[in-house]
């Protein structure tokens, strides 16, 4: 499984932006997918996933309602659509994917393919 993450950028707080993940040899029906990221100095933390079989969608909540994950099997991507960003949503982000369980779906440990990452910086 290879994974490439691309979309990030600088924006402003309130503003809107989309990650994208290209995925290869990407399984969606043994394979969980997430987002994760990594602010300057904190250690890595779950953002959203969609459990493999289910689709089922989980979120942080310190990103729910408004952060959305999707996956797209014809095109094997992955997406992060983030709106009303705060300057705490500043970090690197990473896409990643693992043959996880759903007890499990938010432990970084668990996932075995990750995407290089993608610096999202929002200003106040």
């Known amino acids: 499984v290879q994974l490439q993450a691309s979309g990030g950028g600088l924006v402003q707080a309130g503003s809107s932006l989309r990650l994208s993940c290209a995925a290869s040899g990407l399984s969606y029906s043994s394979h969980s997918v997430a987002w994760f990221r990594q602010a300057p100095g904190k250690a890595r933390e779950f953002v959203a996933a969609i459990f493999r079989s289910s689709g089922n969608e989980i979120y942080a909540s310190s990103v729910k309602g408004r952060f959305t994950i999707s996956r797209d099997r014809a095109k094997n991507t992955l997406a992060l659509q983030m709106s009303s960003l705060k300057p705490e949503d500043t970090a690197v982000y990473y896409c990643?994917?693992?043959?996880?369980?759903?007890?499990?779906?938010?432990?970084?440990?668990?996932?075995?393919?990750w995407g290089q990452g993608t610096l999202v910086t929002v200003s106040s």
């Open positions: 990643a994917a693992g043959r996880v369980i759903l007890s499990t779906v938010r432990d970084a440990e668990q996932y075995g393919n």
